[in-house]
C-alpha cells in the first residue's frame, strides 16, 4: 500500500523558512508528477508548487514566486518544499501529492502550517 508521509509545518512566526518533506513509501510505480498544495479554512485546495520528473520543468503559484523552493529526490520519491519569508497568508494545510505515469494520485496526510505576525 502506497503512503505519502509529510513531515515539517506547525506554528511558525512570520518570515520563518521551514522546510516540508514528504516521501512515498510502498510500490508507487514511476512518478510523473510531484508537487505541493495547500487548503485555507473556508478555501479551496490550490497548487503551491509543481515538479515534473521528466526534464525538471517547475511551476510556481504567483503568490509563493521568489519565496518557496520545490525540490525532489526522485531516486528516493520524496519531494521538498523550503518555504523563506513565510507570511500570515501562508497559513494553510499543505498537502504533497505525486501524480504516476498511469495517472495515479496519491496524497499526503497534509500538515498544518500557522504563521503568526
Known amino acids: 500500500q502506497v503512503q505519502l508521509v509529510e513531515s515539517g509545518g506547525g506554528l511558525l512566526q512570520a518570515g520563518g523558512s521551514p522546510r516540508h518533506c514528504c516521501a512515498a513509501?510502498?510500490?508507487?510505480?514511476?512518478?510523473?508528477?510531484m508537487g505541493w498544495y495547500r487548503q485555507a479554512p473556508g478555501k479551496q485546495r490550490e497548487s503551491v508548487a509543481t515538479?515534473?520528473?521528466?526534464?525538471?520543468?517547475?511551476n510556481y503559484a504567483d503568490f509563493v514566486k521568489c519565496r518557496f523552493t520545490i525540490s525532489r529526490n526522485y531516486a528516493n520519491n520524496t519531494v521538498y518544499l523550503q518555504m523563506n519569508s513565510l507570511k500570515p497568508e501562508d497559513t494553510a494545510v499543505y498537502y504533497c501529492?505525486?501524480?504516476?505515469?498511469?495517472?495515479?494520485?496519491?496524497w499526503g496526510q497534509g500538515t498544518q502550517v500557522t504563521v503568526s505576525s
Open positions: 501529492n505525486f501524480l504516476t505515469f498511469w495517472s495515479r494520485t496519491y
Open positions: 513509501s510502498g510500490s508507487i510505480g514511476n512518478i510523473r508528477r
Open positions: 515538479i515534473v520528473n521528466d526534464g525538471g520543468s517547475i
